[in-house]
């Protein structure tokens, strides 16, 4: 899947619903509420430069990894883009996730598979961005619970502490197989 110069937001206030019109009719609505996202007016406007990088980047890291289909990845790859675009800044919620001793014995790059721990289950996510102290992950796996009331669904973002990161299962396996290869 490749962005395309015809690709565009469109922001319908009545419904409160933003939308990216793909090619041949196909239109990807916006996962998020409103409060997640920048104030939006009305709009119906063409992917910039930017946009279509971004969607990009994420959505070839995450199909070197062959482990979801194209729709998936097309989904997650919006859903990032949307973020990076209208996304409202998050704070930290680091407390839903337990911390861990080990970093992950890979680079730590946006598009990087990782894990949280919330104690009651575990969920695979990717992350969107990350600095010296926090990452901004997206969840991959279809839901998480985080508490007694508290559930994130696909595609949900959060901001965490560098030191709840958790090496993926799958990445982990992936590196083991490399190195028998190379012994």
């Given at each position: ?122 969920g ?28 994130m ?10 030191n ?15 190195h028998?290869?190379?012994?």
């Amino acid at each position: 899947m490749h962005a395309s110069q015809h690709w565009r937001w469109v922001y319908d206030p009545e419904a409160d619903q933003l939308l990216v019109e793909l090619d041949h009719g196909l239109v990807h609505k916006c996962p998020y509420k409103s409060s997640r996202l920048i104030p939006l007016n009305p709009m119906h406007a063409a992917f910039s430069m930017e946009d279509a990088a971004c969607f990009q980047e994420f959505y070839d890291i995450l199909s070197t990894y062959e482990l979801w289909d194209p729709m998936l990845l097309t989904q997650a790859a919006l859903n990032r883009t949307i973020l990076a675009h209208f996304g409202r800044p998050q704070m930290p919620q680091s407390w839903y996730f337990q911390s861990c001793s080990e970093t992950p014995n890979y680079p730590l790059d946006v598009g990087a598979l990782v894990e949280l721990n919330s104690g009651i289950e575990t969920g695979v996510f990717v992350i969107m961005a990350i600095d010296d102290e926090f990452a901004e992950c997206m969840l991959i796996s279809s839901s998480m619970t985080l508490s007694d009331v508290k559930v994130m669904q696909q595609f949900d973002s959060v901001k965490v502490l560098i030191n709840r990161l958790q090496a993926s299962h799958y990445l982990q396996l992936h590196l083991d197989d490399d190195h028998l290869r190379h012994a």
